[in-house]
């Protein structure tokens, strides 16, 4: 019988220097909430667990000229209680503040829901939709990467196998933007997104859209940056109009599957739908921060 | 004691006190079925089968045996091969030779789960490892999942000698269809002929689990002199020794269970999984063996309750009498036979007084786990068919549907399409209290529909067995045989104090090892309220004659002039003596001189029980967009004889509404193309979470059962019994169409709505 090992090292080096050691399936832990679940249940059979949360600048949100920086394994309970990043990125906020519950929320991060690589992760179309970016720590040194090019299939990220993602940033925001997150499940809470949807807006004094971006969740193997519903945003007040070609782009980026959470046909309408009452709220709360 | 018709001369029946068992389980500190350890035991596994239906050509578990740490291994071959045998010990029929190979695969496995060994090792982590060394090499053989597909010709067969039985003449080919019931009375096609308005309809419900809390669980062990005792949690622990006893080829006497806290049946436990497999485990390695599902297993091999296929027409007067109804209700009973299609044939129907009706229904099995009780087995899923149609009548005839059913009610004297003549009951009294409820008349807004249903269970009494002992202090101890699924500690200890007189926090109830008390039937039917506690109260009636005898001795007089009353023995009149009161604790200090210990054990079959009816009133708002339900309001009224506890009572109906709802939107076994079921766990197996639901409105409505001394009749059952329907029409109106197939999740809603246009 093969034996676990756990580390929990205190500096980054120490972090790499282990992943790069390592023998067999190595993983990288912050909040475990998917990874610690998906050994108990048999899905996965790691070697190595590198465990993040005792790395500096690991935990914790700090803001320097309108930028916020996230700490990769800061909890949903924290996020959820910073008013500054509630106040500039409700969409981001709300989107983290779904997963799982409140004792999850306790434990659960950003860079675990990013890395699981979940088309259906709740907090990654937010952040694609915010324009986040990763701040990735590996041998080489540090490096950047948009948040939508983490993820490259269903349970497959970009990341080397001694790479590890430290922090996020999101960009400074101009005045009369804001964003939104809304997922479709059948129930109330304690669920997976059937359809999630992040929609981010920055507004003119008269509300027209001068910039935006739209990313859905869980109706293809990646998440989805729509740009074609974001330039359909641009340039536009929220009229019927641009609702409906909205709609008609989010519905056109979907390449889903049927499966037990949705059908195809239904996760397609789905979209539109978020995308359009998304892009309703993002719009709301953008005319409210003038 | 008789029957007690006025409600204000009882103390202790019919208030709130706090719940005895509610402290342990809020601390954490009530021990359940995965509770129990003992020195040196093993940790017990089963491994499973990963096909639908495949013939076992060899098992070979020397890889497994090798490993360090495991002590025994198991497969049919180490267990008696049981011949068939009808049993009735459970809350439906069973077959021990189906019982047996469902607990471990003989010959064949007939759905993904099915058990195909298992094996005991000193740790978790060897014992898992094992699992995957045990080499079984299979014959795949082609499956069938949907009911209508296995009654094909054709279809894969599961049981070459399966002839469905109550057909006449006996069918010439084998089938999946185990059995035909059926039921006539008066003529339909001539009921038909004269009806005004005809409805009918297909409906499908899907297979859906009792989700308990609590996995299956049990710790075994066997002496060197064959005595066995088993720790587990269970609806019945005298049907866990019987059936166990059964299957091993053990003599009851040698086999003791000792019942755990349990965490929730709904039905599902009133059968074995584990405990055979762990006592037989624990008989080849000779030591305790302790074996615990996981929720994964409990969703592949345990329950479920079956989905149906269902036929419905209701024929009508333009004034709304009905004049027939026609059914054929086709159930899974999953891999063998026993799927509750008798009582939904019965149950659906029975709100209704008819002149003209005939329901057939069909036993199906299919490549499913073998269906186990569900709370009110069958009636639910029927009702969801009849109560759909009556709202379509009610909707096509422009009527209220409470009016349509008050002019077709049941009531004292009505004469079943089953056969039986009601009783006493409280229909017409449930229907008037829904009709009443400020609910039924509340506003409705855009996207908002309301729908209402009604539901009938039988309830049942039987065999139990109680204790009541005077302890030398004068406090009270009740034993009985049920387990306390639903608060029958609480009830037996009042009934007790209501009939000694004394303040319920004087006697303590729990529930007593099958070494320890009379045989008691499983907690199952709505019948321990009533059967247990007509034990109960009459143990306590037997202890209060004692109690009077005693106290004729203390005095030297007459037993015959000594009265009970409020805890105390008086003198029965002026000519019987000037003595002073002599309480209980009393009495009890000085038993040692009058004859020694006070106490009385009873068994009863209990007769009479009172039939349960409900009606459930339900609000619905749904998103035209996104087919998403929302339930914004919902009322239960029922007739409930009489309340013991009447917050555990509310707790029961509040509880049985809430499965209902989560049956009719979101539940269901979802099979994918490998025969395989794609949602074993809770997070895609959807049960309603506490913000999914508004608070349920329990309405009591007490028309009181003469044949118990304190007027009750069961409730725990007749609560899941309306929802389906109730939510379905709710659900049918908002939308302006009437949906046949549960569950309502939204991606079936909004097809329907883009289907319309």
């Not at chain 2, 009905?322 to 026993?338: D, H, K, L, V, Y």
């Not at chain 2, 979101?666 to 074993?680: C, L, P, R, T, V």
């Given at each position: 019988?093969?034996?676990?090992?756990?580390?929990?090292?205190?500096?980054?080096?120490?972090?790499?220097?282990?992943?790069?050691?390592?023998?067999?399936?190595?993983?990288?832990?912050?909040?475990?909430?998917?990874?610690?679940?998906?050994?108990?249940?048999?899905?996965?059979?790691?070697?190595?667990?590198?465990?993040?949360?005792?790395?500096?600048?690991?935990?914790?949100?700090?803001?320097?000229?309108?930028?916020?920086?996230?700490?990769?394994?800061?909890?949903?309970?924290?996020?959820?209680?910073?008013?500054?990043?509630?106040?500039?990125?409700?969409?981001?906020?709300?989107?983290?503040?779904?997963?799982?519950?409140?004792?999850?929320?306790?434990?659960?991060?950003?860079?675990?829901?990013?890395?699981?690589?979940?088309?259906?992760?709740?907090?990654?179309?937010?952040?694609?939709?915010?324009?986040?970016?990763?701040?990735?720590?590996?041998?080489?040194?540090?490096?950047?990467?948009?948040?939508?090019?983490?993820?490259?299939?269903?349970?497959?990220?970009?990341?080397?196998?001694?790479?590890?993602?430290?922090?996020?940033?999101?960009?400074?925001?101009?005045?009369?933007?804001?964003?939104?997150?809304?997922?479709?499940?059948?129930?109330?809470?304690?669920?997976?997104?059937?359809?999630?949807?992040?929609?981010?807006?920055?507004?003119?004094?008269?509300?027209?859209?001068?910039?935006?971006?739209?990313?859905?969740?869980?109706?293809?193997?990646?998440?989805?940056?729509?740009?074609?519903?974001?330039?359909?945003?641009?340039?536009?007040?929220?009229?019927?109009?641009?609702?409906?070609?909205?709609?008609?782009?989010?519905?056109?980026?979907?390449?889903?599957?049927?499966?037990?959470?949705?059908t195809i046909d239904f996760r397609i309408k789905i979209a539109g739908v978020l995308a359009r009452r998304a892009a309703k709220i993002a719009y709301d709360r953008a005319g409210a921060r003038a | 004691m008789t029957y007690v018709g006025n409600k204000a001369d009882l103390k202790v029946v019919g208030t709130r006190p706090v719940r005895p068992d509610g402290v342990d389980k809020v601390t954490g500190r009530a021990t359940f079925g995965a509770d129990f350890n003992l020195p040196g035991q093993l940790v017990g596994k089963v491994l499973r089968s990963p096909h639908p239906h495949a013939r076992i050509i060899k098992i070979d578990a020397s890889r497994a045996l090798a490993l360090t740490g495991v002590k025994a291994v198991i497969s049919a071959e180490d267990l008696p091969n049981i011949a068939s045998e009808e049993a009735f010990v459970g809350e439906g029929p069973m077959n021990f030779r189906d019982l047996s190979r469902n607990c471990m695969a003989r010959d064949k496995v007939l759905y993904e789960g099915h058990a195909v060994a298992a094996l005991a090792a000193t740790t978790e982590a060897i014992a898992n490892a094992a699992l995957a060394l045990i080499d079984v090499t299979y014959e795949v053989l082609p499956f069938v999942i949907d009911v209508n597909e296995a009654m094909q010709p054709g279809a894969p067969l599961l049981d070459d000698n399966m002839y469905t039985a109550n057909v006449e003449p006996k069918p010439t080919a084998p089938s999946n269809i185990a059995k035909r019931v059926h039921f006539k009375k008066g003529d339909v096609a001539a009921g038909f002929a004269k009806a005004d308005v005809i409805v009918s309809g297909t409906y499908n419900t899907e297979a859906v689990h009792q989700a308990y809390i609590e996995p299956h669980a049990a710790l075994a062990t066997a002496n060197a002199d064959g005595q066995c005792t088993i720790w587990a949690s269970s609806q019945g622990h005298f049907m866990i020794r019987a059936y166990v006893a059964k299957l091993l080829g053990i003599e009851i006497a040698n086999l003791r269970v000792i019942p755990a806290e349990i965490g929730g049946g709904f039905g599902g436990k009133t059968v074995v999984y584990l405990e055979?497999?762990?006592?037989?485990?624990?008989?080849?390695?000779?030591?305790?063996?302790?074996?615990?599902?996981?929720?994964?297993?409990?969703?592949?091999?345990?329950?479920?309750?079956?989905?149906?296929?269902?036929?419905?027409?209701?024929?009508?007067?333009?004034?709304?009498?009905?004049?027939?109804?026609?059914?054929?209700?086709?159930?899974?009973?999953?891999?063998?036979?026993?799927?509750?299609?008798?009582?939904?044939?019965?149950?659906?129907?029975?709100?209704?007084?008819?002149?003209?009706?005939?329901?057939?229904?069909?036993?199906?099995?299919?490549?499913?786990?073998?269906?186990?009780?569900?709370?009110?087995?069958?009636?639910?899923?029927?009702?969801?068919?009849?109560?759909?149609?009556?709202?379509?009548?009610?909707?096509?005839?422009?009527?209220?549907?409470?009016?349509?059913?008050?002019?077709?009610?049941?009531?004292?004297?009505?004469?079943?399409?089953?056969?039986?003549?009601?009783?006493?009951?409280?229909?017409?009294?449930?229907?008037?209290?829904?009709?009443?409820?400020?609910?039924?008349?509340?506003?409705?807004?855009?996207?908002?529909?309301?729908?209402?249903?009604?539901?009938?269970?039988?309830?049942?009494?039987?065999?139990?067995?109680?204790?009541?002992?005077?302890?030398?202090?004068?406090?009270?101890?009740?034993?009985?045989?049920?387990?306390?699924?639903?608060?029958?500690?609480?009830?037996?200890?009042?009934?007790?104090?209501?009939?000694?007189?004394?303040?319920v926090d004087n006697v303590r109830a729990i529930v007593a090892d099958t070494a320890s008390i009379g045989f008691t039937h499983v907690t199952g039917g709505s019948r321990v309220t009533y059967a247990t506690g007509m034990a109960t109260v009459q143990a306590a009636q037997n202890v209060v004659a004692d109690l009077k005898k005693r106290a004729a001795m203390i005095w030297d007089i007459s037993p015959d002039a000594v009265d009970w009353k409020d805890g105390e023995a008086v003198p029965a009149g002026a000519n019987a003596g000037g003595f002073d009161p002599l309480p209980l604790a009393a009495i009890a200090l000085k038993a040692g001189r009058t004859g020694g210990p006070i106490g009385s054990e009873v068994s009863v079959n209990a007769q009479g029980a009172g039939p349960g009816f409900g009606a459930h009133i339900c609000d619905v708002e749904v998103d035209p967009e996104t087919g998403y339900v929302t339930v914004l309001r919902y009322t239960a009224v029922q007739d409930v004889g009489r309340a013991i506890h009447p917050s555990y009572v509310e707790g029961q109906i509040q509880g049985g509404a809430v499965q209902g709802?989560?049956?009719?939107?979101?539940?269901?076994?979802?099979?994918?193309?490998?025969?395989?079921?794609?949602?074993?766990?809770?997070?895609?197996?959807?049960?309603?979470?506490?913000?999914?639901?508004?608070?349920?409105?329990?309405?009591?409505?007490?028309?009181?059962?003469?044949?118990?001394?304190?007027?009750l009749r069961g409730v725990g059952e007749v609560p899941i019994v309306p929802p389906l329907a109730a939510v379905a029409n709710a659900v049918s109106h908002a939308i302006g169409i009437r949906m046949h197939d549960l569950p309502l999740s939204p991606p079936t809603i909004c097809a329907a709505i883009d289907a319309k246009g």
């Open positions: 019988m093969s034996a676990l090992s756990y580390a929990a090292p205190s500096t980054v080096q120490d972090a790499i220097g282990l992943l790069s050691g390592a023998k067999g399936i190595a993983k990288v832990m912050s909040g475990g909430t998917d990874l610690l679940v998906q050994m108990k249940m048999g899905r996965l059979k790691a070697d190595l667990i590198v465990d993040t949360k005792k790395l500096p600048g690991i935990f914790g949100i700090t803001e320097s000229a309108g930028v916020f920086t996230i700490g990769a394994a800061t909890s949903g309970a924290q996020l959820g209680e910073h008013e500054g990043l509630k106040a500039a990125w409700p969409g981001v906020v709300e989107a983290a503040n779904l997963i799982g519950s409140t004792q999850v929320q306790g434990r659960a991060s950003l860079a675990g829901n990013l890395c699981n690589a979940s088309p259906a992760a709740d907090s990654v179309p937010a952040m694609i939709a915010a324009g986040a970016v990763a701040v990735i720590v590996g041998p080489n040194g540090q490096r950047e990467a948009p948040v939508e090019t983490i993820v490259v299939g269903p349970g497959r990220t970009s990341l080397a196998k001694d790479e590890f993602i430290l922090q996020f940033r999101l960009p400074a925001r101009p005045a009369r933007s804001s964003d939104a997150y809304l997922r479709f499940i059948p129930r109330t809470e304690m669920d997976i997104a059937v359809v999630g949807c992040g929609v981010s807006v920055t507004l003119d004094a008269q509300g027209v859209c001068t910039a935006a971006r739209v990313a859905l969740g869980a109706v293809a193997p990646t998440q989805v940056l729509v740009t074609a519903a974001a330039n359909a945003l641009i340039g536009h007040t929220l009229d019927t109009a641009t609702l409906a070609a909205v709609d008609a782009a989010a519905r056109a980026a979907c390449n889903p599957i049927t499966d037990k959470r949705g | 055979p497999l762990a006592l037989a485990l624990a008989q080849k390695s000779g030591r305790p063996v302790k074996m615990v599902m996981s929720r994964e297993e409990v969703f592949r091999a345990s329950g479920p309750t079956s989905g149906a296929s269902m036929d419905v027409k209701i024929g009508a007067t333009k004034d709304g009498i009905i004049t027939a109804i026609s059914s054929e209700m086709r159930f899974q009973a999953g891999a063998f036979p026993g799927s509750p299609v008798q009582p939904a044939c019965m149950c659906a129907f029975a709100m209704y007084d008819l002149e003209n009706v005939e329901v057939t229904g069909y036993d199906v099995i299919s490549n499913r786990p073998k269906v186990a009780a569900y709370r009110a087995p069958g009636a639910p899923i029927g009702s969801f068919a009849s109560e759909s149609a009556i709202d379509e009548l009610a909707d096509k005839l422009g009527m209220d549907p409470i009016v349509l059913r008050q002019k077709n009610a049941v009531n004292q004297g009505s004469k079943t399409h089953y056969g039986v003549t009601f009783p006493e009951i409280g229909y017409e009294q449930v229907l008037a209290a829904t009709k009443a409820h400020p609910h039924w008349s509340a506003p409705l807004g855009p996207n908002q529909g309301r729908g209402v249903a009604t539901g009938f269970w039988f309830n049942i009494g039987g065999e139990s067995s109680a204790a009541v002992h005077i302890n030398e202090d004068g406090s009270v101890s009740v034993a009985t045989g049920s387990p306390d699924i639903g608060g029958s500690r609480a009830s037996m200890a009042m009934m007790a104090a209501e009939v000694l007189g004394i303040p709802i989560g049956w009719a939107l979101n539940e269901e076994y979802i099979y994918n193309a490998k025969g395989s079921m794609d949602n074993a766990g809770f997070l895609d197996y959807r049960v309603p979470v506490a913000s999914d639901l508004p608070m349920i409105d329990a309405v009591l409505v007490e028309v009181p059962n003469p044949r118990h001394p304190f007027g």
